[in-house]
């Protein structure tokens, strides 16, 4: 599976985002998916997942209310609309796969590239 995330950007406090992430493979629909951000100088951490089925997700408590993990297994792509940004979402933003609901101990078997979102206040 190769993913290619896409989507980020420089916006202000307040407004909306949506990121993309485009997987390669037949096997996509199989796969837990996620997002994780990287601020500078933290550790990078799971923002939310979603499994293969769709029916389980996880969010992390700074974003729940404001982002939504979605997949569209005919597109091979998920999704991750950010309402309501704040600075602190400023990261770089990596998509995930793997064979399980991504969880914070999961190890993810692939991951696409970064996409920067930069939020001013």
């Known amino acids: 599976v190769q993913l290619q995330a896409s989507g980020g950007g420089l916006v202000q406090a307040g407004d909306s985002l949506r990121l993309s992430c485009a997987a390669s493979?037949?096997?996509?629909?199989?796969?837990?998916m996620g997002w994780f951000r990287q601020a500078p100088g933290k550790a990078r951490e799971l923002v939310a997942s979603?499994?293969?089925?769709?029916?389980?997700?996880f969010y992390t408590d700074s974003v729940k209310g404001r982002f939504t993990i979605s997949r569209d297994n005919a597109k091979n792509t998920v999704y991750l609309q950010m309402n309501n940004l704040k600075p602190e979402d400023t990261a770089v933003y990596y998509c995930?796969?793997?064979?399980?609901?991504?969880?914070?101990?999961?190890?993810?078997?692939?991951w696409g590239q970064g996409t920067l979102v930069t939020v001013s206040s």
């Open positions: 493979g037949r096997s996509f629909r199989t796969y837990g």
């Open positions: 995930a796969a793997a064979k399980t609901l991504i969880t914070t101990t999961t190890s993810p078997d692939y």
């Open positions: 979603r499994s293969w089925s769709g029916y389980s997700t």
